[in-house]
């Protein structure tokens, strides 16, 4: 049997939050469903377009071989002209961890030593350390801001360009640059724009001619398009989670940089996934892989078939800002249900 005591102090309890959803207008049509709410430990949230703007800017770009493109100084995620791109060197966690630790000791000698001579201000010195302590900006001797176009930049951009049904579109009358589509792809084809190799100058300009697609099923976690290139090769290029690209793939990188895939290859494809995932950022994977023989839109051939054996191009770290107002959402979900 329940004590009374604690029978007083649940009513009073269940009383208060019933005052304070009251007056938020928190409306319940059944009572039943507040006994529930009181046992909620977590709430999850479909965050695109409700917590955050839904206008994603792709961020990092990890590409075996050459390293990791950085978009800066970009506000704007419809302007492909705005902002910069500059290619750094890929690091492993570790690297990075040791470096961080050496950073940090540096500034606690310099805080010391400013706290001794007074010689350079301590906020000066916080507010240096904490520019250079964020993973996003690597070293500047680590920098190539002028990055090139090598094979396999060059493959990362057929894919994610091609493998797209968004459109990016500069409109003179406005004088701005519009964009249609989801904002994943969005975010991909004004990457790609950056370097002049948007899907409408691969298709008009370089010859590239779309022969089939297979649309994006959340069962597998990704799509896949079927092109003819302008030397009559038959590419297939791939996008979607990382865990259900990575064992599809036999290889990694094109170029140089190709090789057979190992364990080894694919603990560091899931490293730099989770250093990318560790940033905020939404990570995708891209593949490809040549077709060998006959393909067009009416060969009836199993996807299963199509979208295996491919070769890993690259990671795709995506950055989708937060609503103004999703702290004060967020904040206020929390005050309720602390009442129940």
């Known amino acids: 049997m329940i ?15 019933m005052t304070q959803m009251r007056k938020r207008r928190v409306l319940i049509r059944k009572l039943n ?12 949230s479909d965050k695109t377009g409700t917590l955050t703007q839904g206008q994603m800017t792709l961020r990092k770009a990890w590409i075996p071989g050459p390293g990791v493109y950085t978009v800066s100084n970009s506000e704007d995620p419809s302007n492909p002209k705005q902002g910069e791109v500059k290619l750094s060197a890929i690091k492993s966690r570790a690297e990075i961890d040791f470096e961080e630790a050496e950073r940090q000791e540096t500034f606690d000698t310099q805080r010391s030593a400013a706290a001794l001579t007074f010689k350079e201000p301590l906020e000066k ?5 904490h520019r250079h302590k964020s993973n996003n900006e690597p070293n500047e001797a680590d920098i190539n801001q002028s990055p090139d176009m090598v094979p396999e930049l060059e493959a990362f951009l057929n894919s994610a360009a091609l493998c797209n049904l968004a459109t ?15 904002p994943t792809e969005v975010a991909l084809q004004v990457f790609a724009h950056r370097f002049e190799k948007g899907k409408r100058d691969l298709e008009e300009r370089a010859g590239w001619k779309q022969i089939s697609e297979y649309p994006f099923d959340s069962t597998v976690k ?6 003819h290139s302008s030397d009559s090769k038959t590419i297939i290029f791939t996008k979607g989670a990382v865990e259900k690209i990575v064992h599809l793939c036999e290889h990694v ?15 560091l494809i899931y490293e730099q996934m989770s250093l990318l995932a560790d940033q905020g950022l939404r990570v995708l994977a891209l593949a490809q892989k040549t077709w060998v023989g006959e393909l067009n839109e009416k060969s009836n051939i199993p996807r299963s078939d199509i979208e295996k054996n491919l070769t890993f191009i690259g990671l795709v770290g995506l950055y989708d800002p937060p609503r103004m107002e999703t702290a004060d959402a967020i904040r206020g979900t929390f005050t309720i249900f602390s009442y129940i």
């Open 253 to 267: 990188g094109v170029g140089k940089s190709h090789q057979e895939i190992t364990d080894s290859h694919k603990d």
């Open 33 to 44: 469903a507040l006994e529930a709410l009181g046992g909620i430990t977590n709430i999850c």
């Open 168 to 182: 990016v579109r500069y409109n003179v009358q406005e004088q701005r640059w519009q964009t249609t589509g989801d």
């Open 125 to 129: 010195i916080e507010r240096d350390q």
């Open 3 to 17: 004590p009374e005591s604690l029978i007083a102090v649940l009513t009073i309890t269940f009383v208060t939050g």
């Open 222 to 227: 990704r799509m896949s398009v079927v092109y």
